[in-house]
């Protein structure tokens, strides 16, 4: 059964904190996703991967980086937490090649930064 | 411009009826991906369907069904004898691209909120 894995549901971080999402995929996938979603924006994507130690931005990477030293992780680093970063965040992972590409996602991360 | 446009932000359904939800898109590519999830309140982006640019037929997966008109730029889908649990965002998304390191990336719209009413 497909599975991705994001390390916490919920999370509540201090503003200038550095915080750590981590995602965990079990389906040997060659892409990894993290996106943000806030309401009225539907899903805006962070960063990509599409192979162990490659990341492209995507469209608001700003105050984010990203890390992906293994296959099956992806971790999306705040540096400096701030309060306009409280939002839901989304992993995702999908094969690289294939016409459907279809992408598999963990439950969600909210995170509040106070 | 907008890739992926859901003009619905909200609709309700009764139960047992069917509904559409309408989602409009736009590339100049000749080879693309659509998709729908659901995403319930619980948070998780579940996939629903998916429809290939070269498919001939519309997409079916149980009670879902896409509506994909190529020449209009539309892939609404289309939920019969909806269900208590159906109530959830619904989001349109689209890969552009085959056989390239972005054609995993998708574009999502701003999602619609389906209601179903018992």
């Known amino acids: 059964d497909v599975k991705v894995t994001q390390s916490s549901r919920y999370l509540v971080k201090r503003t200038g904190e550095k915080v750590f999402l981590e995602c965990v995929q079990d389906m040997d996938h060659e892409n990894m996703f993290w996106y943000r979603q806030d309401p009225g924006l539907g899903l805006r994507l962070i960063y990509f991967?599409?192979?162990?130690?490659?990341?492209e931005k995507g469209d608001i990477p700003e105050g984010y980086s990203v890390s992906r030293e293994k296959k099956e992780r992806f971790s999306l680093i705040l540096e400096s937490a701030s309060t306009n970063q409280t939002s839901m965040y989304l992993c995702?992972?999908?094969?690289?090649?294939?016409?459907?590409?279809?992408?598999?996602f963990g439950a969600g991360t909210r995170l509040s930064v106070l | 411009a907008q890739k992926i446009t859901q003009t619905q932000p909200g609709m309700f359904v009764q139960e047992k009826e069917a509904v559409t939800l309408d989602c409009t898109y736009d590339?100049?590519?000749?080879?693309?991906?659509l998709f729908w999830y659901k995403q319930p309140s619980s948070g998780e982006m579940i996939f629903l369907i998916y429809?290939?640019?070269?498919?001939?037929q519309n997409a079916t997966e149980g009670r879902y069904s896409l509506n994909f008109q190529k020449a209009r730029k539309s892939a609404n889908l289309v939920i019969s004898a909806s269900q208590l649990g159906d109530s959830a965002m619904y989001f349109c998304a689209m890969r552009e691209g085959t056989w390239d390191t972005n054609a995993g990336k998708s574009t999502f719209g701003d999602g619609t909120t389906l209601t179903v009413k018992p």
């Open positions: 991967s599409y192979d162990v130690k490659m990341k």
């Open positions: 429809q290939g640019s070269y498919d001939e």
């Open positions: 995702a992972s999908s094969p690289l090649w294939g016409t459907k590409n279809i992408q598999y």
């Open positions: 590339t100049s590519d000749q080879s693309y991906g």
